[in-house]
T-cell receptor
Framework: GQNIDQPTEMTATEGAIVQINCTYQTSGFNGLFWYQQHAGEAPTFLSYNVLDGLEEKGRFSSFLSRSKGYSYLLLKELQMKDSASYLCAVKDSNYQLIWGAGTKLIIKP | GAVVSQHPSRVICKSGTSVKIECRSLDFQATTMFWYRQFPKQSLMLMATSNEGSKATYEQGVEKDKFLINHASLTLSTLTVTSAHPEDSSFYIC???????????FGEGSWLTVV
């Protein structure tokens, strides 16, 4: 079956750095997305990786290793507004999005 | 600003009535749109994939006669919840995929409450 694993919850301190990991086992791979979702709101797009390596976008970076079926989202200089759920999703061979359950990130002052 | 607009954002309807939710891509054309449902504190659940000009593809367990999807143009898909019941109360989210397929944008979501 298809499976995406993320930690359920993480806690970090304001101003610090946090890495949210995502491992996947899917039938084919056509890209990996990271989304941020605040409670009660729709997800917002953060990043898209299709090739191995690190993509940096401001305070957020996303890394992909296709051979390991692994990605991480790196958040730097954490702010209180970064408290949210972070969703990892993989586009499989049928171009369907397979979603992880999300990682709830709690930022403490 | 939003690139995918979803309307209405909140709706309350009586049990047995039908409700239509619209999803529009504002700055791009989307041959494929997706409809999701999300229960509190749970992940997104794909309901159906909507393809412009053809019938929607429904996920297993989703009643196609209850959740009617119409994708009449490259910028508009609609989800109609027919004969709504209280258990249909949920957060419904649409998303639209760019033609290149590299990015999927989400609408703001619609809170449906059936009383």
């Amino acid at each position: 079956g298809q499976n995406i694993d993320q930690p359920t919850e993480m806690t970090a301190t304001e101003g610090a750095i946090v890495q949210i990991n995502c491992t996947y086992q899917t039938s084919g791979f056509n890209g990996l997305f990271w989304y941020q979702q605040h409670a009660g709101e729709a997800p917002t797009f953060l990043s898209y990786n299709v090739l191995d390596g690190l993509e940096e976008k401001g305070r957020f970076s996303s890394f992909l290793s296709r051979s390991k079926g692994y990605s991480y989202l790196l958040l730097k200089e954490l702010q209180m507004k970064d408290s949210a759920s972070y969703l990892c999703a993989v586009k499989d061979s049928n171009y369907q999005l397979i979603w992880g359950a999300g990682t709830k990130l709690i930022i403490k002052p | 600003g939003a690139v995918v607009s979803q309307h209405p954002s909140r709706v309350i309807c009586k049990s047995g009535t039908s409700v239509k939710i619209e999803c529009r891509s504002l700055d791009f054309q989307a041959t494929t749109m997706f409809w999701y449902r999300q229960f509190p504190k749970q992940s997104l659940m794909l309901m159906a994939t909507s393809n412009e000009g053809s019938k929607a593809t429904y996920e297993q367990g989703v009643e196609k006669d209850k959740f009617l999807i119409n994708h009449a143009s490259l910028t508009l898909s609609t989800l109609t919840v027919t004969s709504a019941h209280p258990e249909d109360s949920s957060f419904y989210i649409c998303s639209a995929r760019t033609l290149s397929g590299n990015t999927i944008y989400f609408g703001e979501g619609s809170w449906l409450t059936v009383v």
